[in-house]
C-alpha cells in the first residue's frame, strides 16, 4: 500500500480486497496529511451522485461526540469512505453495533 502523503487513491478499492492493514494504513496516511496541512479530500461534491446509489466504507470508527472535528476529516477521508458512529463517551453497546452495515 501507497502511504505517500501526496498521492493517496481517490477512493479506496472495493472492500472485499482490502486488508484491515491497508485500511489502517489508508488512515493513518490520511491523519498525517491532515496533520501536516495536506488534505486532498476537499471538494465533497464530487462524488454525491455516486454515493446516492450506495456507499462502501473501508473501515469504522468509533468516536466521540464532539463538534471539534470529526473522523472524516482527521482522516483526510471523503464522505462514504469510513462509517462513523460517534457517542458521548465512546461507550459502544449492542444498539450501536448493530448499526454498522455489513
Do not use: K, W
Not at 4 to 30: E, V, Y
Not at 54 to 66: I, K, N
Amino acid at each position: 500500500m501507497n502511504s505517500s502523503l501526496s498521492h493517496p487513491p481517490p477512493n479506496p478499492p472495493p472492500p472485499s480486497t482490502l486488508t484491515p492493514q491497508d485500511a489502517l494504513a489508508m488512515l493513518m496516511a490520511g491523519n498525517a496529511r491532515y496533520a501536516s496541512n495536506q488534505r486532498v479530500n476537499e471538494d465533497f461534491s464530487a462524488t454525491r451522485s455516486a454515493r446516492t446509489q450506495s456507499q462502501q466504507p473501508f473501515a469504522a470508527v468509533l468516536s466521540c461526540a464532539d463538534s471539534r472535528i470529526s473522523p472524516e476529516l482527521a482522516f483526510d477521508q471523503g464522505p462514504g469512505n469510513i462509517f462513523v458512529l460517534r457517542l458521548a463517551g465512546n461507550f459502544l453497546n449492542v444498539d450501536g453495533l448493530e448499526r454498522h452495515p455489513s
